[in-house]
């Protein structure tokens, strides 16, 4: 079983979103998290040891992550997914687009 946790800056939009997509697929678990302060779930030294692949939504994010949790990183997986905050949560524009990027990642054809 492969864990994947998406993260954005609120955990509101496109990382929940994520995480609801890719719940549907056999074999992955998945969780979600915010990395500003105020996220409605904010990212965990927990969750960052408990994944196997980290996605973050914007290259600030992987920024923000490297800074804050570094020694949490060690051998991790962490792909930057270039999604910009533009979409609303379950929007299918944004669920094509994470599907887009994220199942070749997977190797899980579409």
């Given at each position: 079983?492969?864990k994947l946790l998406?993260?954005?800056s609120?955990?509101?939009?496109?990382?929940?979103?994520?995480e609801a997509v890719?719940s549907e697929y056999?074999?992955?678990?998945?969780?979600?998290a915010g990395?500003?302060?105020?996220a409605?779930?904010?990212?965990?030294?927990?969750?960052?040891?408990?994944a196997d692949?980290?996605?973050?939504m914007?290259?600030?994010?992987?920024t923000?992550?490297s800074?804050?949790?570094q020694?949490?990183?060690?051998?991790?997986?962490?792909?930057c997914l270039?999604?910009p905050?533009?979409y609303?949560y379950m929007?299918?524009?944004?669920?094509?687009?994470l599907?887009?990027?994220v199942?070749?990642?997977?190797?899980?054809k579409?």
């Amino acid at each position: 079983m492969k864990k994947l946790l998406f993260l954005c800056s609120q955990n509101r939009l496109r990382s929940p979103t994520a995480e609801a997509v890719f719940s549907e697929y056999e074999g992955f678990e998945t969780d979600s998290a915010g990395l500003d302060r105020y996220a409605e779930v904010p990212v965990s030294i927990e969750a960052l040891v408990w994944a196997d692949i980290i996605f973050v939504m914007e290259k600030s994010h992987k920024t923000k992550l490297s800074k804050n949790f570094q020694p949490f990183l060690k051998d991790k997986k962490i792909i930057c997914l270039d999604i910009p905050d533009e979409y609303e949560y379950m929007e299918p524009a944004l669920i094509e687009l994470l599907k887009q990027k994220v199942l070749p990642l997977l190797k899980i054809k579409q």
